[in-house]
């Protein structure tokens, strides 16, 4: 029998909305959204592994500022998971988080860390628990928390909890770029002007870089002119990125970080190398999104 291993490491994607339409208000305050997701290889890590007495370290370049008592996300994850199993079932652990995703960024970092602590921590403890059943705990701790547990080109509808995967979704190079400002989520919902937007296009039938470009080009992300005005920095990232030669340009979820989709892997590597080179406090990194199953 193979030993058991003993500490693993899971990856917390970084969640790109690739377009994003506001459709509504619930009476609660929170907003209907209509939005194409992926994940992208690059994210935060965090290392889960048996302990004596639970711990969680934060490193990384965005370590700063993240909260490391209760009131981070990994940790509410790690008590809303135990409340639900018993303290019996769920013994003490270590978590370490790799912060490299810039916060309150628009990229879902500390609802994806909450999402990686809930798959890995259900792992570890061996818990008779399916997605379902973590995406109901996990929305519980934020609106974001199901589509990051499922972490694959997904339709967001509902206020972003009500999923339906994207077959046939394909992989894309993308760069991220965040001129180093921070936005609040709730500050920008607060400034949209409307809220009763038409829900996102059909899909085209078949899904490659240009049919999805081509597509884009007729979405929006709703958030986007209310971020801008909140966060003006926000216009020189998506114009870096025009510049750098992006197919195209759009900010992710309340922003501040906008993505460029480049045609490969390599040009987009190059965009970012010019992007850093101009801008070095900037956030910048070349990336592939997952492609569906
Ligand atoms: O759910 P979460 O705590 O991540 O959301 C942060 C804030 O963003 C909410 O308090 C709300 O103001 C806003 N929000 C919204 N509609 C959504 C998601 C978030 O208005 N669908």
Redesign the pocket.
């Given at each position: 029998m193979e030993p058991e291993a003993k500490s693993r490491t899971w990856l917390a994607p970084a969640k790109i909305n690739l377009a994003l339409h506001v459709t509504g208000r619930r009476v609660d305050?929170?907003?209907?959204?209509d939005s194409l997701v992926v994940f992208t290889r690059f994210g935060d890590r965090l290392q889960i592994e048996p302990a004596e007495a639970d711990a969680f370290a934060v490193s990384g370049p965005f370590a700063a500022g993240v909260p490391l008592d209760d009131g981070n996300l990994v940790i509410k994850a790690r008590d809303a998971l135990r409340r639900e199993a018993g303290a019996r079932a769920t013994p003490p652990v270590a978590i370490r988080l790799e912060k490299n995703l810039p916060i309150a960024s628009g990229v879902g970092g500390g609802?994806s860390d909450a999402a990686a602590a809930l798959n890995g921590l259900a792992r570890l403890w061996k818990l008779d628990i399916d997605e379902a059943g973590l995406a109901r705990i996990g929305l519980t701790l934020?609106?974001?928390l199901p589509m990051c547990l499922r972490a694959k080109p997904l339709i967001a509808r509902g206020?972003?909890d009500e999923l339906s995967p994207l077959a046939g979704f394909p992989a894309l190079a993308l760069v991220l770029v965040n001129p180093g400002v921070a936005v609040s989520?709730?500050e920008v919902?607060?400034a949209l002007s409307r809220r009763d937007n038409e829900a996102l296009p059909p899909l085209p039938g078949r899904l490659d870089f240009h049919t999805i470009r081509n597509w884009l080009e007729t979405t929006r992300n709703d958030l986007e002119p209310a971020a801008r005005t909140v966060q003006p920095g926000i216009g020189d990232a998506l114009k870096a990125l025009e510049k750098a030669g992006a197919g195209f340009a759009r900010m992710s979820g309340?922003g501040a970080t906008c993505f460029g989709l480049f045609e490969t892997g390599n040009v987009a590597k190059r965009a970012a190398i010019e992007i850093r080179g101009r801008h070095p406090g900037w956030f910048v990194a070349a990336t592939r999104s997952m492609e569906a199953d």
């Open positions: 305050g929170y907003h209907l959204l609802s934020g609106a974001d206020i972003g989520t709730p919902f607060k309340s």
